[in-house]
């Protein structure tokens, strides 16, 4: 069953409200009840989420004193998010995507008491904040998806942008506020205190899923059963343009990836320290929330494919620059800067996805994407630190964002016609 959306109010046609807008465009919070339940609940959680993932970091080395057993929390996060990804994507192709969202987000519920209630306890173990920490993976590789594959049935196409731009004031919400609150948090009243606040936070995501329609997937008529993970891919296999969103993705992440030089270059660029880290690790996100919140503009653009391509080239030659530059403040900008064009990027990217794919493929789609966004950044960390071994910091990020730019030119001429999609008419 179809959700229905609230009719835009009649003040300003369409085509007029975006000319004036600079700022986040609201119109979907405003028009949809449903979705703004969603995006509420979704942006309290995902805070919340990354208290408990901080304070689970910080409770790690307080137990180890071990910056490699800090490290194995990401590991023990990312193998569940990737295998399950692609599985989640899959069930939530197959059942009611509600139920779904329902069930994985009172799993992760759950799993954020269990830790209150084993720090209230003084059961510090290692081994069960790593089990925690995949089932959290494993719930979130299951909800993500389904929530997804819902926003296009609550939205009309013209409004997806939007909702996008307002996905990424979400996450890149969560990735600052969260960190910082979860510091604050465990240091003044305890790991037990940012537990039980996820907990609660969790309420408002539950709340918000409990209210929505059921959400099983349109099928063509006569179809029923199973939602096979190889239906998907070979599906993606079919679908250039839906492709490409993944490729020029992958140019990013995997070859234009800094961060974890950032130690380095901190030390021998700027002859700065641990702070100068956390400068530099905060920069691309500041652009980032930047960028979601003057996005108003977005929702005229109708060539999306080429948005995606250039705003994926200006970050990797913003990441090109920031190589190049040895005054910090500079090195800040271009940062930002690429922050900014990924934003962008993100927008587009997630609307193709959701406008291009039919309904019952979304769920597989958006898992594909999962492993994506998951694994890019990781083997994009593998990429330039190993580059900067063999040569130099310089090399693996200046040379990493030409490659982005060079690598996205021959897929833009191998496949021309995603430059020329056009949100008005959206073809896989």
């Not at 990924?342 to 039919?358: E, G, K, N």
């Not at 200046?398 to 030119?409: I, K, S």
């Amino acid at each position: 069953m179809t959700a229905t959306t609230s009719p835009t109010p009649p003040a300003d046609t369409p085509d007029e409200r975006p000319r004036r807008r600079v700022l986040a465009d609201l119109t979907p919070l405003r028009t949809s009840p449903d979705y703004r339940r969603l995006w509420f609940g979704n942006t309290i959680s995902w805070i919340g989420q990354a208290m408990t993932a901080l304070a689970i970091s910080l409770q790690v080395y307080d137990i180890t004193r071990s910056s490699f057993s800090v490290g194995l929390v990401g590991l023990f996060s990312l193998v569940p998010l990737v295998v399950f990804g692609l599985y989640g994507g899959a069930i939530a192709d197959t059942v009611d995507r509600r139920k779904l969202g329902l069930a994985s987000a009172a799993g992760a519920a759950v799993l954020s008491a269990a830790l209150a209630a084993a720090a209230l306890l003084e059961y510090h173990r290692v081994w069960f904040l790593y089990a925690v920490v995949a089932l959290q993976a494993v719930c979130a590789a299951l909800n993500s998806p389904a929530r997804s594959a819902m926003i296009p049935r609550l939205l009309p196409p013209e409004q997806l942008p939007a909702a996008n731009a307002l996905g990424s004031l979400t996450m890149t919400s969560g990735a600052t506020l969260g960190p910082m609150l979860g510091g604050l948090i465990a240091g003044w009243w305890g790991y037990q205190a940012a537990y039980l606040i996820d907990f609660v936070a969790f309420s408002a995501a539950l709340y918000a899923m409990w209210r929505l329609p059921s959400m099983r997937p349109e099928r063509e008529q006569g179809k029923r059963g199973r939602a096979p993970v190889l239906d998907g891919l070979r599906f993606l296999g079919t679908r250039p343009n839906v492709r490409m969103t993944f490729f020029s993705d992958m140019c990013a992440m995997v070859l234009a990836q800094p961060k974890a030089l950032f130690p380095a270059v901190a030390v021998l660029w700027f002859g700065g320290d641990a702070r100068t880290v956390g400068l530099l690790v905060a920069a691309p996100a500041v652009g980032a929330l930047l960028g979601g919140l003057f996005s108003g503009w977005q929702g005229r653009i109708r060539r999306h494919g080429l948005a995606i391509l250039l705003s994926v080239a200006a970050w990797g030659l913003a990441v090109a620059v920031f190589g190049l530059t040895r005054n910090l403040w500079l090195g800040l900008f271009f940062l930002a800067l690429a922050g900014w064009s990924d934003t962008i990027s993100m927008v587009f990217r997630t609307t193709m996805l959701q406008a291009a794919t039919p309904d019952e493929m979304r769920g597989r789609l958006q898992g594909v994407f999962i492993v994506v966004v998951a694994g890019g950044p990781r083997l994009g960390d593998f990429v330039s630190g190993t580059v900067a071994d063999l040569t130099s910091p310089t090399t693996a990020i200046t040379g990493g964002g030409l490659a982005c730019v060079a690598a996205l030119a021959l897929l833009a001429a191998r496949w021309p016609a995603f430059a020329r999609y056009d949100a008005r008419t959206p073809q896989a």
